[in-house]
């Protein structure tokens, strides 16, 4: 018997999923543990262990924000930038967009680069965008700034030389006399050997910023774990959705930035349908992606901590982050995001979290404002699961919304319950509707701890008529990570190379070597794309590798049309080749499981539940799972899981599938907001 085990740390709950080799799951959830996520880690794992034996572990997969958060708390290590003689102004100056409230801000200060001006240097050297040596290396004046480095005490350095992608030599030998005295050092075409010199280089600087953080938080994991007799290998969740392992994501620690978000989407294509939108809701904030054909969408760059509406991340906002990622929209608005009133008493919902500590206030653990749980608490919807809930405090805290908007407690707390849903909404917006998708081709599938109770709501506002909530819902993420491949990117700008397939080949060598494999080894998968523009123009698209020049053609004339709306065509370049090796995982056991019968008898009781429709509060069936019987069950009705509450509200109903998900199916005669 061996065992694998899916670790998900999200702001409020660590959850654990231990998978046996004939499919069977075991699920822990405990609270995060902010001052050291590893004890938090170390709780569920235990809990899901019980008194089996941990040396049967042979693999753990983990997905962490630990990068994320380092980045949008400024808390990573001091880092020295390293340039091009004349360029080292580049990162100081930055690139911001004045967005949202900003625009009128009078007193509006830009926030501070990621690295200070007077950590920034110049070596003499240039090379060419197409790679011919225009100036040689110094290799003095290297040294000189090797010393004046070290001098400062900054023990990483980020090394970003003009046109590295074409020409690497230049940056190998800086980074060699650097490392002579500095133990961090990290280059751009080590990292991201990609055109645009201001993202490669911030891509760059957050790689060394945030290493030497996941270097110690993955080595310290090793060793907790392994205390508790747990030796397998480490692996972690890429941003692109793939499986690295925890060595290489120590040195590449920028590709695991979204490394959390990743994971459920994953389980959120693994439902059976080709066309879905994920709806991920933890405790902290909401996430939405597209899936197309069972494939997310992804994009190549991304912004950590960007502005925008419905915390879209704009360009111009943020830290660009040149590395592929699930291309995911995210809102503050979670179970434990705060319900408050504005100066003008206007309710409002987040982005503020209560957290895991003191947590909603119904929690009991000394938290006392109004949260959206405490608000579904209130409204009937919501009972205790992984830890008891007091309906008392949940009641006092939403008085302090209600006195004061002179409307009734239970009328306050559907405000906070449509507000938020209202808020999640508005992601899924940005991922369908403002690119040009029609979201109601596609089935909503609900996730986390609190996305089964707003589901129903943030589909209808699309005619949204499916939504699926899989089995272990309140912990897809953590699950989603036991069928994540092992797999790992890399890209090189080469404008028109002269033989493609040489470069694909190299490519996808080294992308082998870092997963430990051969390119050439059976079951590897090496996919190949290529990113075009029209001649003359400064941005490209990225279309599937095709050596037929009108077939490259013709993709990206499809590809544009569908992005911009504009049908053109012209003559095309080539910008970068990417290359993408996967080492499959086993199947899983659990999917080829039969699930337990359903019971056909009545539901464990009823409970009083607050909808509108039903003329307010009304007594509604409370099922599980296994309670649902066969037919299909009328809202208002709820169903209860093991880590989260389904919501059916009048005019949907929910059926239990055979994959043990719960589909629910709005009726022709439900509202649209």
Not at 61 to 74: G, I, K, P, S, W
Request: neutral net charge; proline residues 7%.
């Amino acid at each position: 018997m061996g065992y694998t085990i899916g670790v998900d740390v999200g702001g409020t709950f660590t959850d654990v999923v231990l998978r046996g080799t004939h499919g069977a799951i075991t699920v822990a959830k405990c609270l995060s543990t902010h001052y050291d996520p590893i004890a938090g880690i170390v709780t569920g794992v235990t809990r899901a262990l019980a008194d089996r034996d941990p040396a049967q572990v042979t693999r753990v997969v983990h997905a962490t924000t630990l990068a994320t958060n380092a980045v949008l708390e400024r808390k990573g290590v001091r880092v020295a930038f390293v340039t091009t003689q004349g360029f080292r102004a580049a990162i100081p100056l930055g690139r911001y967009a004045r967005v949202e409230e900003d625009r009128y801000d009078l007193r509006f200060s830009p926030p501070p680069p990621p690295v200070a001006a007077g950590d920034c240097f110049e070596v003499v050297e240039r090379v060419s965008a197409r790679g011919a040596v225009l100036t040689p290396l110094d290799p003095e004046s290297v040294r000189r700034v090797a010393t004046e480095i070290a001098a400062r005490g900054i023990t990483s350095a980020a090394v970003c030389l003009l046109h590295s992608y074409a020409n690497p030599s230049h940056e190998r030998e800086v980074a060699a006399i650097l490392r002579e005295s500095i133990p961090d050092v990290v280059t751009s075409s080590e990292i991201w050997p990609e055109i645009r010199e201001y993202e490669r280089a911030t891509t760059t600087i957050m790689s060394a910023y945030i290493g030497p953080l996941m270097a110690s938080y993955l080595s310290r994991l090793r060793e907790r774990l392994a205390e508790i007799g747990i030796r397998a290998p480490i692996h972690v969740m890429e941003s692109s959705g793939g499986v690295i392992s925890a060595e290489l994501a120590a040195r590449r620690a920028v590709a695991t930035i979204e490394s959390g978000p990743a994971a459920g989407v994953l389980a959120a294509a693994g439902t059976g349908f080709a066309n879905v939108i994920s709806f991920d809701m933890g405790g902290t904030t909401a996430k939405t992606c597209v899936v197309r054909g069972g494939r997310p969408e992804i994009t190549h760059e991304f912004h950590v901590g960007g502005k925008g509406s419905f915390g879209g991340r704009r360009a111009g906002t943020g830290v660009p982050i040149k590395t592929p990622a699930i291309d995911l929209a995210e809102v503050g608005a979670g179970g434990g995001s705060v319900a408050w009133l504005d100066p003008a008493g206007a309710l409002r919902v987040g982005p503020h979290s209560a957290g895991s500590s003191p947590g909603p206030a119904c929690y009991g653990l000394g938290g006392s404002e109004p949260t959206v749980t405490d608000a579904n608490l209130v409204l009937g919807y919501l009972s205790s699961a992984s830890l008891p809930l007091s309906p008392a405090l949940a009641r006092k805290a939403l008085d302090r919304l209600a006195s004061p908007s002179g409307v009734s407690r239970e009328e306050a707390a559907y405000a906070v319950h449509e507000i938020v849903s209202a808020s999640m909404a508005s992601a899924v917006h940005v991922v369908t509707v403002q690119r040009g998708i029609d979201p109601r081709g596609f089935a909503l599938v609900a996730f986390g701890g609190a996305g089964p109770m707003h589901a129903a709501r943030v589909a209808e506002r699309f005619g949204i008529g499916t939504v699926v909530v899989p089995a272990y819902s309140g912990v897809a993420s953590a699950a989603g990570l036991l069928s994540g491949a092992l797999s790992t990117d890399r890209v090189l700008s080469r404008l028109d190379a002269p033989d493609p397939a040489a470069v694909f080949a190299s490519l996808a060598a080294d992308a082998a070597g870092d997963l430990g494999v051969s390119p050439s080894d059976p079951g590897v998968l090496v996919s190949r794309s290529v990113d075009v523009r029209f001649k003359g123009q400064s941005h490209d698209l990225t279309v599937e590798w095709t050596p037929e020049r009108e077939v490259l053609a013709s993709r990206f004339s499809e590809r544009y049309e569908a992005v911009y709306g504009i049908a053109q065509r012209g003559e095309i370049e080539l910008v970068s080749y990417r290359v993408r090796v996967t080492v499959p995982t086993a199947p899983d056991a659990a999917a080829t499981q039969p699930p337990p019968a359903g019971v056909a008898h009545a539901g464990p009781g009823t409970r009083r539940a607050y909808f509108p429709e039903a003329g307010g509060y009304t007594d509604v069936p409370v099922h599980t799972r296994d309670t649902m019987g066969a037919g299909p069950l009328n809202g208002p009705a709820i169903v209860e899981d093991a880590e989260s509450t389904i919501v059916v509200p009048p005019g949907w109903s929910a059926a239990l599938a055979g994959t043990r998900a719960v589909h629910l199916t709005r009726s022709a005669t439900c509202r649209t907001p």
